[in-house]
């Protein structure tokens, strides 16, 4: 699952870096000696083998190659050249008078071995498929005019597209498209992450994203990331699952769940959320739901510990009459209905962490906000965020910056749900999770996720805020992975709560080999 690009391109693989951080990034490298010409030959050598190794000659024997007229051109027509030599055919749209003398000179020098260079669309419009070589990261403007319209055609064309950093008209750091905005088939980000490519907003142009490691010095990136960065893109390397266990443990040290779910119009969510804990591997796992509902959840998951709780008369919960202290964390919310206000209160009143979610999010929206002494973790998907948060809503649409600035707000830890789920902890560090499934588009995902962050939490309950954060960025990224799993077991149809509960363990099993193989 993870781009492996050397040996050092796991570490890489974490960092996100904005425009303004690479271009300081690559400033240290190129003040170090580096000349800048070498490096592009370097990048475009490696941009060649990828493109060659997607579509061979066999399968595509024409490119068109769009160069701007920074240095994401001069990559682009070294990438020609390169295709050119290998015996592809090639064709360059050049639809810029002033270009950095750089790229300037390798579209002299592609010009000189035969290659079609023009500032006409025609050419590049017949080929097999497309290298999109417009702009990276020095895009400044909206694409507008004559430009803005040759990449409505080359969009409206259908062929596939890659495009070298980022989709030409993209925002580095937004993912917002400017202007107009190539649709690319395939993203091949140069060095380290861009922001704006991990963002939800994005993903509808970036297509299949992929880092191509040019070996830039961790002694540079860390310079101006700091050596413990802010931002982190959250992969398998950094996931440390499934957790240490001790040979001579015994289930309470394990870690003991409370889940407070559940109604008799949302009994399922009861369930899909302890099936999550249960992956998680928590050694004790209790669950309260209105007493109607016991006889079924106990016989769907008999290592639950269920407590009935007393219902009201339309089936809810009326109160939950149990001794908080004894859990190391509780997950409240999942279907509880709206008027779960008075559980909501209960847990809130505890000093016990506390994972939120669904309804219990709703009930924090009436209740407002108040200081806890115990920490939490919302969970919100958009629509919640947006009644928590209306205040945020209405500065930025951002959500990553949402999530850091709820989080800032609150001091709690938001955990933003979405196609790229994004994690922030009141500290200002924060996780985006970087692959995903639309298979995970359906009622009864989030609280597959909820058992599972609270599953998790209770085993490693952590102790300082970053800690929390990072523990329910792995929560997120587990679950990601287990519903890419489940589309590959059971296809895009088949993300539900067994097959995602399935899909958890395989990549619990998957991590472990992984680490087997390191040591
Ligand atoms: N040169 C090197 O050695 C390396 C180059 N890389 C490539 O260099 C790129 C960054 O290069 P640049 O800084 O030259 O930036 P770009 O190539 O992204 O484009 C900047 C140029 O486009 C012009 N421009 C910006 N917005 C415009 C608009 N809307 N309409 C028309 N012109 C516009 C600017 O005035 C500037 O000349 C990266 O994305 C990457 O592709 C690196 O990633 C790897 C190393
Ligand atoms: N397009 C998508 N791509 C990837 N993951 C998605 C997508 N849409 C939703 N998800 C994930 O599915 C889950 C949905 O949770 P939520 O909205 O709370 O639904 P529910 O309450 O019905 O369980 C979240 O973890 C979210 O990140
Ligand atoms: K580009």
Request: with cysteine.
């Amino acid at each position: 699952m993870q781009p492996s690009n050397g040996p050092m391109g796991g570490m890489r693989d974490r960092y996100v870096v904005t425009a303004a951080q690479m271009q300081a990034i690559e400033s240290r490298v190129f003040a170090a000696g580096m000349p800048v010409a070498a490096l592009m030959e370097k990048v475009a050598g490696l941009i060649t083998q990828r493109v060659m190794a997607w579509r061979s000659i066999a399968q595509g024997p024409r490119v068109g190659i769009l160069a701007g007229p920074g240095h994401n051109g001069g990559d682009a027509l070294v990438v020609a050249r390169e295709l050119h030599l290998r015996g592809y055919q090639v064709a360059v749209y050049l639809p810029f008078e002033r270009r950095k003398e750089l790229t300037d000179r390798h579209a002299q020098y592609a010009a000189s071995l035969g290659i079609e260079v023009s500032p006409d669309l025609a050419p590049v419009l017949a080929a097999d498929w497309l290298v999109d070589g417009l702009f990276g990261f020095g895009l400044e403007r909206p694409i507008e005019g004559a430009l803005a319209e040759a990449i409505d055609q080359v969009n409206n064309s259908g062929k596939p597209i890659v495009s070298i950093d980022l989709p030409s008209g993209l925002h580095t750091d937004s993912g917002a498209v400017l202007g107009k905005a190539i649709r690319s088939t395939l993203t091949l980000c140069l060095g380290l992450w861009k922001r704006g490519l991990l963002l939800d907003r994005a993903l509808d142009w970036v297509g299949q994203a992929e880092l191509i490691d040019f070996d830039l010095p961790l002694a540079d990136i860390q310079a101006i990331l700091g050596p413990d960065p802010q931002l982190n893109r959250i992969t398998a390397h950094l996931a440390q699952l499934p957790l240490n266990r001790s040979p001579a443990t015994h289930k309470y040290e394990q870690g003991h769940l409370l889940v407070v779910a559940g109604s008799a119009v949302y009994m399922g969510a009861a369930f899909l959320a302890a099936l999550g804990a249960r992956s998680s591997g928590v050694g004790m796992l209790t669950v309260a739901v209105p007493a109607s509902l016991k006889p079924w959840l106990v016989a769907q998951i008999p290592e639950a510990l269920v407590v009935a709780c007393p219902e009201t008369d339309m089936g809810k919960i009326a109160r939950v009459d149990l001794d908080l202290a004894r859990y190391d964390a509780i997950a409240c919310g999942c279907g509880l209905t709206r008027e779960a206000t008075p559980i909501v209160q209960a847990v809130w009143e505890s000093d016990r962490p506390l994972v939120l979610d669904a309804d219990g999010l709703n009930a924090l929206a009436q209740l407002g906000w108040r200081d806890r002494q115990g920490p939490v973790v919302l969970t919100p998907h958009w629509g919640e965020f947006q009644r928590l948060f209306p205040n945020l809503v209405a500065q930025t649409s951002d959500r990553l910056e949402l999530a850091q600035r709820a989080a800032q707000q609150t001091g709690a830890i938001v955990l933003l749900k979405g196609a790229r789920t994004v994690v922030a902890e009141p500290g200002g560090q924060s996780w985006m999770v970087p692959e995903s499934t639309p298979g995970l588009a359906r009622g009864g995902s989030g609280d597959v996720l909820a058992g599972l962050l609270g599953g998790l939490v209770a085993q490693a309950r952590p102790t300082a805020l970053t800690d929390w954060g990072y523990w329910a960025a792995t929560a997120a990224w587990w679950h990601a992975q287990a519903g890419i799993q489940a589309v590959q077991d059971r296809s895009i149809l088949g993300v539900n709560g067994a097959s995602l509960a399935d899909g958890l363990l395989t990549v619990a099993r998957q991590q472990t080999q992984a680490l087997e193989k390191q040591s």
